[in-house]
């Protein structure tokens, strides 16, 4: 449940971050999605998520804004959609 609740909140904080091109907004969710993904073995999604956090992180040094990673961003969210929906076929008993 948990992954769910936080996972749904890191995303839309992602989403909002690259709305209001604020580099520094990416970093924390970015870094809290991929944890979690990796906990429950969603690697494909880790592995995005972490490709924004690392990218965030140089971009918040060289002071500019990662305008690349809006394919990314959009992937992010369709992964973590297909994430749950293969939580849900998993943990459904019937």
């Known amino acids: 449940g948990y ?7 890191s995303v839309s904080q992602i989403e909002q971050a690259m709305r209001d091109q604020n ?7 970015a870094h809290t999605i991929k944890g979690e993904a990796r ?3 969603a690697e494909p999604l880790a592995k ?3 490709l924004i956090e690392s990218t ?5 040094e060289t002071r ?3 305008d ?16 749950m929906e293969l939580f849900d076929k998993a943990t459904n008993p019937l």
């Open 3 to 9: 992954f769910r609740e936080d996972g749904t909140k």
């Open 23 to 29: 580099t520094v907004a990416l970093v924390i969710p």
């Open 39 to 41: 906990q429950f073995g």
């Open 48 to 50: 995005v998520a972490e």
């Open 56 to 60: 965030a992180r140089l971009c918040v």
């Open 64 to 66: 500019r804004f990662p």
């Open 68 to 83: 690349e990673l809006v394919p990314q961003v959009v992937e992010l969210r369709k992964l973590f959609s297909q994430t």
